[in-house]
């Protein structure tokens, strides 16, 4: 699963690698967790980065509270799972104009994995080599009750690459630049082939302070490297690319 995250870049940075607009509310964080606004771009507002709350909401429910802790897809179902399939497919079941749900793509400069140890869970963040943003495959849902109306975003995964295999057996699906495009525009039987794994060449991985499992900590410190023990498998860097 993906269920970590950072984006610090800055809004200039976002701008130049995305051609879109940043909004003055975007606010770098080293540490994004469920449920907290992670910064998208939707196929429906593909000019503008947008901050959508992590935590997918179905816009058919009843209930948004039983939906809590939808952060990932499996790409393997989702055009199955009555929660995502209408997103998926971008069934527009409401106005044209106002679409149920649709893909997006979920911005990030890394994100963090838990390898299960002897004494313990060791974090890991996952990165480019170069440190530059990336994105990863989403969907988005607008729930509406009467007049107001809120988005909720999802994170889709795929099988492990060699590079995060060691630490887990799911992977967001991440995209080459020229993908990205394809993601928000196509239509979603066309498009089978994006939702393949990457294949880990520009990423790197590398363990890192405890400090991470706590959501509230969130500062560049969390980001830097540790020592881990010898003793377990896939310790220190590892790199492709």
């Known amino acids: 699963m993906c269920g970590r995250s950072s984006l610090f870049a800055s809004p200039e940075t976002l701008e130049s690698r995305f051609d879109v607009s940043v909004p003055a509310s975007y606010d ?49 179902t989702v055009d199955e799972k009555p929660a995502f399939r209408d997103a998926f497919s971008r069934n527009e079941q409401a106005d044209a104009d106002r679409p149920t749900g649709g893909h997006c793509l979920v911005l990030a400069d890394g994100f963090y994995e838990w390898q299960e140890r002897t004494d313990g869970k060791q974090p890991f963040r996952i990165e480019r080599v170069d440190g530059e943003p990336f994105a990863m495959a989403g969907l988005w849902s607008r729930w509406t009750d009467g007049d107001h109306s809120t988005i909720t975003a999802t994170v889709l995964t795929t099988s492990p690459n060699e590079l995060m295999e060691p630490l887990h057996h799911r992977l967001p699906v991440v995209f080459d630049a020229d993908e990205e495009r394809a993601w928000l525009s196509e239509s979603p039987q066309s498009k089978a082939e994006l939702l393949d794994p990457h294949s880990g060449d520009g990423f790197e991985k590398y363990p890192i302070s405890a400090a991470v499992n706590d959501p509230r900590n969130d500062s560049p410190e969390i980001i830097e490297p540790v020592d881990a023990p010898e003793s377990d498998p896939q310790t220190g860097l590892d790199q492709f690319g």
């Open 28 to 76: 770098p964080s080293y540490n994004i967790a469920p449920e907290d606004d992670v910064p998208v771009i939707r196929d429906e507002t593909s000019g503008n980065v947008e901050l959508r709350s992590w935590g997918f909401v179905p816009h058919w429910t009843d209930n948004p509270g039983e939906w809590n802790g939808l952060i990932n897809a499996r790409t393997e």
